[in-house]
């Protein structure tokens, strides 16, 4: 099993460009998860996905949009990139939220808007 | 709104030495508590799980302890090795959020 993949592992964007994120699992997980970690912030859930065709707003959604259109793949997309989003992105699934599960991380993709 | 905090930001420590990390959280209606390991430019391992009913897990030469009342974890470290050197993080799961909430993480360095 590969467990949790990112695409791309890097990327520049200017301010004002657009770009999709994928993140992919082969656990069959219900649950997943985008955070950003930022220095001194820790990781922040920006959206996170309870099954396939569902979506929900984390604690910082605002400047994303995320699609879960197959329960293996959740898409994060930058509609209008800012310099405030470079940040380093992971994604990460569970198999139950609340469950004896823990939640597993993909490598990041790290993300920098001039 | 739960808050996790670590302490210290970063340690440095000679190789073979027992050392704790701290994990402190503001609201105690957690489902767990979970550590996790970050090597640079790294995802996320993660290390132990303690569910709320627990008092500790262990493995190998990590133990994790929760007190919940107190709103406080610990990591005890046996024997440290330049191999454990990496960023520690602990979250808690919010018992009505369903949501990780991350602390920002200790740096590690074991010096050989």
């Known amino acids: 099993n590969a467990g949790v993949t990112q695409t791309p592992k890097f990327r520049v964007l200017k301010t004002g460009q657009s770009m999709t994120l994928l993140c992919a699992q082969d656990?069959?997980?219900?649950?997943m998860y985008w955070y950003r970690q930022d220095p001194g912030m820790g990781l922040r859930l920006i959206h996170y996905?309870?099954?396939?065709?569902?979506?929900a707003k984390g604690e910082v959604p605002d400047g994303y949009n995320v699609s879960r259109l197959k329960k293996q793949n959740f898409l994060l997309g930058l509609e209008s990139a800012a310099p405030s989003q470079t940040s380093v992105y992971f994604c990460?699934?569970?198999?139950?939220?609340?469950?004896?599960?823990?939640?597993?991380f993909g490598p990041g993709t790290r993300l920098t808007v001039l | 709104k739960q808050e996790v905090t670590q302490i210290p930001a970063a340690l440095s420590v000679p190789e073979g030495e027992n050392l704790v990390l701290n994990c402190s959280f503001t609201d105690s209606a957690i489902y767990n508590l979970q550590w996790f390991r970050q090597d640079p430019g790294k995802g996320l391992t993660s290390l132990l799980l303690?569910?709320?009913?627990?008092r500790e897990q262990t493995s190998g030469r990590l133990n994790a302890s929760l007190d919940k009342s107190s709103g406080r974890s610990t990591l005890y470290i046996a024997a440290s090795q330049p191999g454990d050197s990496a960023t520690y993080l602990c979250a808690a799961l919010g018992g009505a959020t369903n949501k990780l909430i991350f602390g920002t993480g200790t740096l590690l360095a074991v010096q050989p």
């Open positions: 303690i569910q709320s009913s627990q």
């Open positions: 996905s309870v099954g396939e065709g569902t979506t």
């Open positions: 990460a699934s569970s198999d139950l939220a609340g469950g004896p599960d823990t939640q597993y």
């Open positions: 656990m069959n997980h219900e649950y």
